[in-house]
């Protein structure tokens, strides 16, 4: 099991406690705080703390001195507005704090977003978790023919299971080793009386890059849904995709006005080249542009007949 | 007045109204949530939001479940080894949203500190408030002669009651002449019907730099005590101090156990240079070490004096 | 003279003062180095120093050990695609400083782009000069009646001539009596021997916002885009706008397949929400949508019908 | 070999190319640009382009026309000044640009500095090399007893025998894997024409921490000095200490000046808390203070100790 009976206690402690505040307050997403919602087979996404909502990208937008807020259709123009022209500032007034269980090599993608707050188990300080990523049957797939870094047809069912075989077999081998050059069991307790073992910060590298590890990771809201942009889109790879999908559920919760401007504006938005724009002016106009002639690449050509329905 | 009925009325509404919250919650800090702290002759900092306590800073370093907290000393112990260690990480997981009006020629120093978000009072959206700073008596003085970014002798008060009026005057004649670009009173209402007057984003350049300001202000604990380290110090202009000091009581009351170690690591604490150490030690072992002999220089030499009362 | 002879003959030395490297060089920005280009009335850009080109953006994106080039059209393919899917990390690895001089009011709207590195003249240690940005007749507009934060139509030259007058008297007498303030005259020499003048930390705030300021100011590639996207647009303010647009000139010198990319990608592109597209679909397919049943507002519908000639 | 022939070539190929440049340029570090400078046992750092010198970052802090130095000991004494008060802004004016061949768990130490532009060989778009580091037996010790995230003794030469064979045939192992979960080997080639392989952003997962990655990483002199004063520290571990001595000395043919003043303030430089100054200055009165009875810690009188030679 992911979170161990001793967590969970942990966890229903701080949810059943309650304390009176007069700072912004969100129910829906109080309803959830401190929970663990599952990711991949051994990984979580939890919300530990928030500031602000929905009001208070109003409230700074206007640098006022109450809630900011007046009708609720005055601010839900002045969101739909701020986030088309990507005025980006008053989302950075909301901030989220979430604790991740996650593999190493995702971990390793995520963190090339620098501008959130980081605090990672230290494999240094502590001994990691038995637990690896092995990927579902369905998910274990090919490399893709059309995209240098993605990955194309799902593999058959045998090749699959052989796969998984490997991936176990080869994490349960270098994870005790790992023991092994501890000198200690991952449950406590020395191996062998005779041996000294090894420093945790080096033993640690014969880990496979699917061990999980786990960090505490705060971002404003601006930050995150530039995140949640590039890693909940279809381009992003299946093993990060899935937190990216669970936190923006967690956004739906936090932030409703916000999140429908940015599903709007951005998740089902487009970008447009200036040759797109203008070939899309001419086919509007009854004309009949060729892309080769408007300087599409085939490429682009491809992506646009699909965005349009075009043929 | 700073603030006025309509403005005190919205405060105190978001002061009464309370929810229930599982988050972290500082009673201290909740007591002046809202309130305007004043600074200076019209400046305030108000606390809008904040997100987590000294418990916080624990868990983020432990990575845990639960709290994160043991027994207070160990917490005590783990702040005090981090802030001396300098691992700053833990410290950025607690964040606060300030509210501040402030002068403008200040809010130019701040703003220097990148590491925060900000959200201004849009003067190509809406009229400045007519007020602008003007220095007491007493905190009128002359260039340095030593240092030369800071200032020296107290003005007499006939001298300083001058520069009261210089600035006072200028100050009001250039107000004056922006209502008049505008075409428009601060208090509403057009000056001239047969002028049309000129955009807010071009009339603003005719104000005087120590015309107030306001912004939202939102920064991590770490970033917050990097400022305050500077501007809470006896090198910081006398006009930007106030605010950090201010804000130094504030973050005495919302991290009470990181304010300590800070105290004494960071704002009582010292730095020595590699040679410094060398002639300390010699000092101490009762050798009769010379700072020129040392590479010591003059200035440094000065300032070591003061800081170990050495003849 | 907004660079005086001295100045110029540094200028000239720095100039002509030539060395041998294996470093990337772009002769064609070589050959403006060190120059300044004039904007607004006595402001300049100044191109100091730069590193990579645009084929340190392909070495960097291919992590290679050589140039990391191959045939052009095919660094041209790369840097088209880098730019389209906003891969931006390797527009980091070009960085570029500059020397700007710019009115104070500007200087505000700049530093709010965090992600550079900025070195600004003190008016804690040194006199500002005497030089304020006055607008020339044809850029002095009304306030617009459609954006709140514009400006709308040209003045009568009558009522532009007296506002010309305000903004010169005001910042003249401001100037002269910050030299009062300070008792000390902008040329050097103290103006009464019988007075103290107070410190330059606090004479500065009697300045008005036009007065001119300088920084050295760096940054990369990537962010100085995102700096001229926002700033050398239409919706910005002409006396930034007017600096962004000399510096895209320069990044065109510089790195003219990546100046390219982003004319296509940034500048004459453009973005459409979900809804957008879901009505130029129906649109294109023949069929008549209305743009209120699409859930397309008022203004989308303006900017929408202007991207495309819709009527 | 860590760099192969074809590699030579092109390094030695941007080597010797030579362009004129009226850019400040520092003959110590054209010497060695390009060059791999090994470090571990299949590592190395290699500079690739660099920005500015000593002379650029007293240019900056006095915002000058031209070369901004006077005489050089003006210059030294002004980047002393700078370094002893943190005034960081004029070293953000040096950029230096690396290419890094390193281990990934060590990777991922280093990536946590945020300030720096990185552009990381992809392993979704590329398979990765057969490379591992593996320590030198020197390197093998224990698990510190005193300091919980480091290393202490060094093992038995017998016991470090086995750490290496365990080391190296796990890495093998699942290399080997790797490749077969591919379907293709690292020299090129299908496996198995009867398989389709896993895409290799999946595959990746299998290869243990040791295995090298590498990256172009770019960063400012200000916040590399803070990267090293971390890392090549006593504390920092082995496996990154070294990049950062290697990166030291070339920090010392860039910027000599800055480097002696580092060396001085912040290398050899200690800091002190309140309580410890005000034990020193007791000390150094002829008093006798107890380090208890001044409120500092068994830890920090340890420390202390050493420090001033204190018994």
């Known amino acids: 099991m992911t979170v161990n009976k001793d967590q969970l206690d942990e966890i229903e402690a701080l949810r059943?406690?309650?304390?009176?505040?007069?700072?912004?307050t969100v129910p829906e997403l109080e309803k959830i705080l401190y929970q663990p919602i599952n990711v991949l087979d051994h990984g979580f996404v939890r919300v530990i703390d928030y500031m602000g909502d929905d009001s208070a990208i109003v409230q700074s937008a206007r640098v006022s001195y109450g809630k900011g807020t007046k009708k609720i259709s005055n601010?839900?123009?002045?969101?739909?507005?701020?986030?088309?022209?990507?005025?980006?500032t008053p989302f950075e007034m909301c901030e989220i704090k979430f604790h991740i269980k996650l593999p190493i090599f995702?971990?390793?993608?995520?963190?090339?977003?620098?501008?959130?707050?980081v605090n990672e188990y230290s494999?240094?300080?502590?001994?990691?978790?038995?637990?690896?990523?092995?990927?579902?049957?369905e998910n274990i797939a090919s490399?893709?023919?059309?995209?240098?870094?993605?990955?194309?047809?799902?593999?058959?069912?045998?090749?699959?299971?052989?796969?998984?075989?490997?991936?176990k077999a080869d994490a349960e081998q270098t994870y005790a080793n790992?023991?092994?050059?501890?000198?200690?069991?991952?449950?406590?307790?020395?191996?062998?009386?005779?041996?000294?073992?090894?420093?945790?910060?080096?033993a640690r590298m014969n880990l496979t890059l699917n061990t999980y590890t786990q960090w505490y990771w705060k971002i404003d809201l601006n930050n995150l849904l530039h995140f949640?942009?590039?890693?909940?889109?279809?381009?992003?790879?299946?093993?990060?995709?899935?937190?990216?999908?669970?936190?923006?559920?967690?956004?739906?919760?936090?932030?409703?006005?916000?999140?429908?401007?940015?599903?709007?504006y951005r998740v089902g938005g487009t970008e447009l080249s200036a040759k797109e724009v203008n070939f899309l002016r001419k086919l509007i106009k009854g004309e009949k542009p060729s892309f080769e002639e408007e300087g599409i690449s085939k490429r682009e050509w491809a992506e646009l007949q699909k965005k349009f329905d075009l043929s």
Chains 1, 2, 3, 4 share one sequence.
């Open 75 to 88: 601010d839900q123009g002045l969101i739909k507005y701020l986030m088309r022209h990507r005025h980006s």
């Open 106 to 117: 995702i971990a390793r993608q995520w963190i090339r977003h620098r501008t959130a707050n």
């Open 16 to 24: 059943s406690s309650k304390s009176e505040t007069s700072r912004v």
């Open 143 to 167: 490399q893709s023919t059309i995209n240098n870094q993605g990955r194309g047809e799902v593999l058959s069912s045998e090749e699959a299971s052989n796969v998984i075989s490997i991936l």
């Open 123 to 137: 494999a240094r300080y502590s001994i990691l978790d038995k637990e690896f990523y092995i990927p579902s049957i």
């Open 228 to 264: 949640l942009a590039l890693r909940a889109d279809d381009h992003a790879q299946y093993e990060i995709k899935v937190y990216a999908d669970a936190m923006l559920d967690i956004v739906k919760k936090w932030v409703p006005i916000t999140y429908n401007a940015f599903d709007d």
């Open 178 to 202: 790992y023991e092994s050059l501890l000198n200690e069991s991952s449950e406590g307790g020395v191996l062998d009386e005779n041996k000294s073992g090894i420093a945790r910060e080096l």
